[in-house]
């Protein structure tokens, strides 16, 4: 069964940190574009990062650049999204979510080609 679980959100004060885990199981990440999304409420949901299959090069929405770092580790079958410097506008549901694999790109377009998707991660930022 193709399944992908997120963990590691929470509450957090500006400033702060979190790391949230992409746990994959039935497939292997490591040939399938993977995208972080997030959705606050009455927003629609925006990529926040992605990374390629091919060289695990990795993309981030302007907002975040600097501050979220995403990362793969393929022995756990598990990728990663480090937030740092946390901001209250980074509150959302985030969502991992993988395509269907043996592709070159990926994309921080939640339209794209991403066929499976976690159930989501809650982060709060607040004082």
């Known amino acids: 069964q193709v399944q992908l679980v997120e963990s590691g959100g929470g509450l957090v004060q500006p400033g702060g940190s979190l790391r949230l885990s992409c746990v994959a199981s039935?497939?292997?990440?490591?040939?399938?574009?993977i995208g972080w999304f997030r959705q606050a409420p009455g927003k629609e949901r925006e990529g926040v990062s992605c990374?390629?299959?091919?060289?695990?090069?990795?993309y981030y929405t302007d907002s975040v650049k600097g501050r979220f770092t995403m990362s793969r580790d393929n022995a756990k079958n598990t990728v990663y999204l480090q937030l740092n410097s946390l901001k209250p506008e980074d509150t959302a549901v985030y969502y991992c979510?993988?395509?269907?694999?043996?592709?070159?790109?990926?994309?921080?377009?939640?339209?794209?080609?991403?066929?499976?998707w976690g159930q989501g991660t809650q982060v709060s930022v607040s004082s």
């Open positions: 979510a993988a395509d269907r694999g043996y592709g070159s790109s990926c994309s921080l377009s939640p339209f794209y080609d991403y066929e499976y």
């Open positions: 039935g497939f292997t990440l490591d040939v399938h574009a």
């Open positions: 990374m390629r299959p091919s060289d695990g090069a990795t």
